[in-house]
């Protein structure tokens, strides 16, 4: 009997930790987006990013805008979504409580908290807002919001700091490829919310190059 108990015992505590052990790895079977992205999105973005009716608020300011005056001419890097929406390359790196968003485009850093936190309320409106992020299923969903008014769009579109974003992202071509939906809410811009769709390819030994940007460059430069 005393054979038996502890031959049961030990079947019973293999068991107890083979499931610890699958479900701590069940737990940890998330879609790993690490890596160097290359956008395969046409610059005028792929069919049905078509953009919500402006507000009056948000046409006056568009009508009135004028290109010299936008703050990248003098290489003050744009917010967040415009950085977003911009064609470069990109780089994520993922880890279990943050993920980073590196931009080729101006060198911008986003981070995603990813450890369930909600945004302190000392947090001051930014231009790449607050990002909070979860898994759900095989997607990384991420919220963005608190930002600082800014310019939307480059051609003179403003969001007005009333601005949220949702971002979902999904791996494809058995984690080659990239595919993003970004849907961004601003109620002083838009009638609507704006839904974007991009796609990227992996570039495995890919990196990312540091952004130069000159505002004494002639291209910059108004001239007579």
Same mark, same amino acid.
């Given at each position: 009997? @005393?054979?038996?108990?502890? /031959?049961?015992?030990?079947?019973?505590?293999?068991?107890? /930790?083979?499931?610890?052990?699958? +479900?701590?790895?069940?737990?940890?079977?998330?879609?790993?987006? @690490? +890596?160097?992205?290359?956008?395969? @999105?046409?610059?005028?973005?792929?069919?049905?990013?078509?953009?919500?009716?402006?507000?009056?608020?948000?046409?006056?300011?568009?009508?009135?805008?004028?290109?010299?005056? !936008?703050?990248?001419? #003098?290489?003050?890097?744009?917010?967040?979504?415009?950085?977003?929406?911009?064609?470069?390359? =990109?780089?994520?790196?993922?880890? !279990?409580?943050?993920?980073?968003?590196?931009?080729?485009?101006?060198?911008?850093?986003?981070?995603?908290?990813? $450890?369930?936190?909600?945004?302190?309320?000392?947090?001051?409106?930014?231009?790449?807002?607050?990002?909070?992020?979860?898994? *759900?299923?095989? *997607?990384?969903?991420?919220?963005?919001?608190?930002?600082?008014?800014?310019?939307?769009?480059?051609?003179?579109?403003?969001?007005?700091?009333?601005?949220?974003? =949702?971002?979902?992202?999904?791996?494809?071509?058995?984690?080659?490829?990239?595919?993003?939906?970004?849907?961004?809410?601003?109620?002083?811009?838009? $009638?609507?919310?704006?839904? #974007?769709?991009?796609?990227?390819?992996?570039?495995?030994?890919?990196?990312?190059? *540091?952004?130069?940007?000159?505002?004494? !460059?002639?291209?910059?430069?108004?001239?007579?």
């Amino acid at each position: 009997m @005393t054979v038996l108990r502890l /031959a049961g015992g030990a079947v019973l505590r293999i068991a107890v /930790a083979v499931m610890l052990f699958v +479900g701590a790895a069940a737990a940890q079977e998330v879609p790993d987006f @690490t +890596g160097v992205w290359l956008a395969t @999105t046409p610059r005028s973005g792929s069919p049905g990013n078509v953009m919500p009716e402006l507000t009056a608020r948000a046409q006056a300011d568009l009508e009135a805008f004028d290109p010299l005056t !936008d703050p990248v001419i #003098r290489c003050v890097p744009p917010g967040f979504p415009r950085s977003g929406l911009i064609i470069y390359p =990109l780089q994520i790196v993922q880890t !279990d409580d943050l993920i980073l968003f590196l931009y080729e485009s101006f060198g911008m850093i986003r981070r995603i908290y990813m $450890d369930g936190r909600t945004m302190p309320a000392y947090w001051p409106p930014s231009k790449t807002g607050f990002s909070v992020g979860r898994f *759900e299923g095989d *997607e990384l969903v991420i919220e963005t919001t608190n930002h600082a008014p800014d310019i939307l769009i480059s051609r003179g579109v403003y969001q007005y700091g009333d601005v949220s974003v =949702l971002e979902r992202y999904r791996l494809v071509d058995d984690g080659r490829g990239l595919e993003g939906e970004v849907h961004v809410t601003a109620p002083q811009t838009f $009638d609507g919310t704006w839904s #974007r769709y991009f796609t990227w390819e992996l570039d495995p030994e890919g990196m990312i190059f *540091e952004s130069i940007c000159d505002p004494a !460059d002639s291209r910059f430069m108004e001239t007579e």
